[in-house]
């Protein structure tokens, strides 16, 4: 994005912000104005930060208390992510302005696990701990991963992301598996108009009310729901305002070595996606990021997925939706992110505000997610549109057999029923099976590139997910 044109359009209701040159990014914020930006930020990213732990939850069918505690444990992991990423520790933290949230990479592979008798919820917790300290082992060497992941694979691998979700958000729509009234007419015209009040704000609105848009529908979405009777504000009203994080509120982590495994690779996954997205900030802050800052910035998604893990809640990733903000905005300063990373935390502290997110009806949330999940899919498909298929046909083969892995899943979940239970946390993500296939498949046919090309391709790839 051309700096000047980032300076010429402020986000609303923040009121003057100092400039720099035509040419430069805003680096100097006045105080007045730091928390109407870090509301930006927050506001932006919410609804992304808590649907994971909402699929999560309900698919595991836990009870709404239960999802409540989720969320609040989401928010306020989520805090503390960012402001190790942004504020940094010693030797940790990229020291740039991103916000971090919940990975959509890692839901398919938690359900798995979570619905797997043998396994259960502290699974879950015990492989995201793994995660989270197999990331700070691995930091340093990600960038000479990086030419295993490029386009054709990353493309592919984000692409059955959001294939893979998008029968979540289709379920929500028709209010919910296990609904009795699943498909009722009342549920399809609420989500269908929660879908078009997301896309008449995406077309006709600009800068923050646009980026904002899915949240606007939500709330929109929850008031027309309220009007039917299908709000249940009961526990809204019993949750207390204030109340602690605790760790381990769902029990002692355990310990599967496939879990593990599983989300360690989940792990790399999102560390390619993170080093993309720094190396794409970096060029619109015009902040230099070398290799010892990468790895810092990567050892803050270890120990942010390791926070996670004790605190009942998921690995994380830069989100770049908020990337995007800063390019919008053109306000570099890692403060205002900062000042995010507070208002997430604290609004992890509040029960009754997650109690409110947990009310809110799947049918509502359904017309959301088919804008969310099918925008994971598109930008995939964007970046798989930058692959050279006419010259290289190999790489037809490789998306087509990865993406035919991907689905086996979902189209077929009885398909792997015969195969050792340990390996269905694995078996049952069609994610995983299509980055393990699609990384085979890359090697097999095309080689390993160079690590330029590969810090190149992460580049280009980051700036098309920022893109949307």
Request: glycine content about 12%; charged content about 10%.
């Amino acid at each position: 994005m051309d700096d000047r044109a980032a300076n010429a359009a402020p986000a609303a209701g923040t009121g003057p912000v100092p400039l720099g040159p035509p040419t430069a990014p805003v680096t100097a914020v006045h105080p007045a104005a730091l928390g109407l930006l870090g509301l930006q930020h927050v506001l932006v990213m919410y609804a992304g930060a808590v649907a994971v732990p909402l699929i999560v939850g309900r698919a595991l069918k836990l009870s709404p208390e239960d999802i409540a505690i989720l969320v609040s444990a989401d928010l306020f992991a989520c805090g503390i992510a960012t402001l190790i990423q942004s504020w940094g520790l010693p030797g940790i933290g990229i020291r740039m302005p991103v916000m971090m949230g919940v990975t959509f990479a890692s839901v398919t592979p938690m359900i798995a696990m979570g619905t797997n008798p043998d396994l259960g919820l502290t699974t879950i917790y015990g492989s995201v701990i793994a995660a989270g300290l197999f990331g700070l082992a691995v930091a340093p060497l990600i960038g000479r991963l990086l030419p295993l992941f490029p386009p054709v694979v990353t493309g592919t691998i984000i692409l059955v992301i959001g294939i893979s979700l998008m029968r979540v958000g289709v379920n929500w729509a028709a209010g919910g598996l296990g609904n009795p009234n699943y498909g009722a007419p009342l549920y399809l015209a609420i989500s269908a108009f929660v879908l078009c009040v997301i896309l008449a704000i995406t077309r006709f609105a600009t800068g923050f009310l646009a980026s904002a848009s899915v949240l606007v529908g939500i709330v929109a979405g929850m008031v027309v729901a309220a009007m039917f009777g299908l709000v249940d504000m009961s526990k809204v009203a019993a949750a207390p305002w204030l109340d602690i994080v605790r760790p381990f509120h769902f029990g002692w982590p355990t310990f599967d070595l496939v879990s593990a495994i599983t989300l360690c690779i989940v792990m790399i996954v999102v560390m390619i996606e993170s080093t993309g997205m720094f190396l794409a900030l970096s060029e619109i802050t015009a902040d230099p990021v070398g290799e010892e800052r990468l790895t810092r910035g990567l050892r803050a998604d270890g120990l942010g997925t390791l926070v996670g893990g004790i605190f009942n809640t998921f690995p994380y990733t830069s989100f770049s939706q908020n990337i995007g903000l800063v390019g919008v905005t053109g306000v570099r300063s890692r403060l205002v992110t900062v000042v995010g990373g507070t208002i997430m935390l604290v609004l992890g502290l509040i029960p009754k505000l997650a109690a409110l997110v947990e009310a809110v009806p799947q049918c509502v949330l359904g017309g959301a997610g088919l804008v969310m999940f099918g925008m994971v899919g598109a930008t995939g498909a964007r970046i798989l549109g930058g692959v050279d298929f006419a010259g290289n046909r190999y790489n037809l083969f490789i998306v087509a057999v990865s993406v035919g892995f991907g689905m086996i899943p979902l189209v077929a979940p009885a398909f792997f029923k015969q195969m050792p239970h340990t390996l269905h946390p694995l078996l049952e993500s069609g994610i995983l099976l299509a980055a393990i296939a699609a990384v085979g498949l890359n090697l097999f046919f095309n080689g390993l590139g160079s690590a330029a090309e590969a810090r190149d391709a992460a580049l280009r790839q980051a700036k098309t997910a920022e893109a949307h």
